[in-house]
Antibody, heavy 119, light 111 residues
Framework: EVQLVQSGPEVKKPGDSLKISCKASGYSFTTYWIGWVRQMPGKGLDWMGIIQPDDSDTRYSPSFQGHVTISADKSISTAYLQWSSLRASDTAMYFC????????????WGQGTLVTVSS | QSVLTQPPSVSGAPGQRVTISCTGSSSNMGAGYDVHWYQQLPGTAPKLLIFGNNNRPSGVPDRFSGSKSGTSASLAITGLQAEDEADYYCQSYDSSLRGVVFGGGTKLTVL
């Protein structure tokens, strides 16, 4: 079974750094891109960026470029999303999802990681 | 403001048919890129519902169907059931933005 399992909820203060993870299983990790999607409380889905785990080729949405870093460790089939300095506005649920390249659809999705940033 | 435009909400009684529209532009659906639909039940992750405009993944009931024409797409749900109450999102690729784009989402209420 193809599965993406994300790390647990985080509570941080503004200015803190954070790295959340997404572990893949059930398929060849380096064959597919992995994407990250933000969902702010009560809002819709925002595409953040994607990474190809084999060579770490990364593409960012202009809305997130420079504020987050997407990375991957193919030796442990895990993708990461990290911040060097969190803001209160980063409070959201973050999902990872496998990108099926031909049609550019996301399937499956991880269960989500809730990040709360509050002083 | 989302690149793909969906109505914020739709509603229908059990057993009825509802449709959810998704309007894009010449740089996404109009350029021939596929549209996909996701269902997000309350408190859960989105789940792929329709892919490649009108294809259902294994396990998705045939009550759900999709279509696309030019710069617009729609999701139809027939025989509405209480368990269909969820948020629905369309998604495509945009060549001008060089990235994935989502609709703003539509909340389906089963009356």
């Amino acid at each position: 079974e193809v599965q993406l399992v994300q790390s647990g909820p985080e509570v941080k203060k503004p200015g803190d750094s954070l790295k959340i993870s997404c572990k893949a299983s059930g398929y060849s990790f380096t064959t597919y891109w992995i994407g990250w999607v933000r969902q702010m409380p009560g809002k819709g889905l925002d595409w953040m960026g994607i990474i190809q785990p084999d060579d770490s080729d990364t593409r960012y949405s202009p809305s997130f470029q420079g504020h987050v870093t997407i990375s991957a460790d193919k030796s442990i089939s895990t993708a990461y999303l990290q911040w060097s300095s969190l803001r209160a506005s980063d409070t959201a649920m973050y999902f990872c999802a496998r990108l099926l390249s031909g049609s550019r659809r996301f399937d499956p999705w991880g269960q989500g990681t809730l990040v709360t940033v509050s002083s | 403001q989302s690149v793909l435009t969906q109505p914020p909400s739709v509603s229908g009684a059990p057993g009825q048919r509802v449709t959810i529209s998704c309007t894009g532009s010449s740089s996404n659906m109009g350029a021939g890129y596929d549209v996909h639909w996701y269902q997000q039940l309350p408190g859960t992750a989105p789940k792929l519902l329709i892919f490649g405009n009108n294809n259902r993944p294994s396990g998705v009931p045939d009550r759900f169907s999709g279509s696309k024409s030019g710069t617009s797409a729609s999701l139809a749900i027939t025989g509405l059931q209480a368990e269909d109450e969820a948020d629905y999102y369309c998604q495509s690729y945009d060549s001008s933005l060089r990235g994935v784009v989502f609709g703003g989402g539509t909340k389906l209420t089963v009356l």
